[in-house]
């Protein structure tokens, strides 16, 4: 059990990352390095604040009021970062009757995750590509533990929503998409998938931190290739929508 962790920052009032009105906590650090991230300054493991669970119960005490229809979202950086502590977050928030929601790149051990797993009622899972060349291009990290991470929620019926960022010249190459598609369509625990429109919202973060932003020349993604994506998902009886910003 671990009482202590380290935070970016909180959201009282989060609508985007879960059902309902949501308390997110964001969890500091994270070890993947998205070209896109719109949050790098929530990577490094040493930055942020250390907190206690207790602080953050206090906080979301707060917000019960508003927040009892919709929940308690943990998110990132990358919340399996520290395991112990999502699922004391979240095992304290069963304690209050509310629901909980971990947003993960699922980039962790298996083992690692099944404890805080426990605790959650809902997986946000970021797919961040398919083509395991290009998975890595975008995060620098293997496809192989989010896969692993995917089936698991499948075979343990944990529901799911996907949320894969849409890219130009990136992510939205059709074969990238289509294999997402059918690998997606195999999982029985997925609710809804969410295409979300590549933006350039952080990009004055990577210049505040004197990070290269290699992503300045592409363009936001179009209403239009947002559709045709979301159809490419919707062709294969998957949920899927297109949504606002990452
Ligand atoms: S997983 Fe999220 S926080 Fe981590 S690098 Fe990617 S976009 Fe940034």
Same mark, same amino acid.
């Given at each position: 059990m671990s009482g202590i962790g380290r935070i970016h920052s909180i959201e009282t009032f989060g609508t985007v990352d879960g059902p309902g009105i949501r308390f997110i906590v964001f969890t500091q650090g994270c070890p993947l390095r998205c &070209?896109? /991230? #719109?949050?790098?300054? /929530?990577?490094?493991? #040493?930055?942020g604040k250390e907190v206690t669970v207790d602080y953050l119960i206090d906080e979301i005490k707060k917000c019960k009021s508003f927040i009892r229809k919709g929940g308690v979202t943990v998110s990132g950086g990358e919340p399996l970062m520290q395991p112990e502590f999502t699922r004391e977050i979240f095992k304290r928030c069963h304690e209050l009757g509310l629901d909980t929601a971990l947003d993960t790149s699922g980039y962790c051990a298996i083992e690692a995750a099944k404890s805080v797993l426990e605790e959650t009622d809902l997986v946000l899972l970021d797919i961040k590509s398919y083509i395991p060349e290009l998975y890595y291009k975008v995060t620098n990290v293997s496809i192989e533990p989010t896969l692993a991470l995917a089936k698991h929620l499948s075979e343990i019926g944990k529901p799911a929503w996907i949320r894969f960022v849409l890219v130009p #010249?990136?992510?939205?190459n059709e074969e990238n998409i289509t294999q997402l598609a059918d690998f997606i369509a195999t &999982?029985?625990?997925?609710?809804r998938l969410e295409v979300l429109p590549f933006h350039k919202m952080g990009e004055y973060k990577w210049e505040q931190l004197g990070l290269p932003y290699s992503l300045k020349d592409t363009p936001p993604a179009t209403p239009e290739l947002v559709k045709q994506t979301v159809d490419i998902f919707r062709d294969r009886g998957i949920n899927a929508l297109g949504a606002v910003g990452l």
């Amino acid at each position: 059990m671990s009482g202590i962790g380290r935070i970016h920052s909180i959201e009282t009032f989060g609508t985007v990352d879960g059902p309902g009105i949501r308390f997110i906590v964001f969890t500091q650090g994270c070890p993947l390095r998205c &070209l896109y /991230c #719109h949050n790098p300054d /929530c990577r490094s493991a #040493h930055d942020g604040k250390e907190v206690t669970v207790d602080y953050l119960i206090d906080e979301i005490k707060k917000c019960k009021s508003f927040i009892r229809k919709g929940g308690v979202t943990v998110s990132g950086g990358e919340p399996l970062m520290q395991p112990e502590f999502t699922r004391e977050i979240f095992k304290r928030c069963h304690e209050l009757g509310l629901d909980t929601a971990l947003d993960t790149s699922g980039y962790c051990a298996i083992e690692a995750a099944k404890s805080v797993l426990e605790e959650t009622d809902l997986v946000l899972l970021d797919i961040k590509s398919y083509i395991p060349e290009l998975y890595y291009k975008v995060t620098n990290v293997s496809i192989e533990p989010t896969l692993a991470l995917a089936k698991h929620l499948s075979e343990i019926g944990k529901p799911a929503w996907i949320r894969f960022v849409l890219v130009p #010249h990136l992510t939205d190459n059709e074969e990238n998409i289509t294999q997402l598609a059918d690998f997606i369509a195999t &999982l029985k625990n997925i609710e809804r998938l969410e295409v979300l429109p590549f933006h350039k919202m952080g990009e004055y973060k990577w210049e505040q931190l004197g990070l290269p932003y290699s992503l300045k020349d592409t363009p936001p993604a179009t209403p239009e290739l947002v559709k045709q994506t979301v159809d490419i998902f919707r062709d294969r009886g998957i949920n899927a929508l297109g949504a606002v910003g990452l």
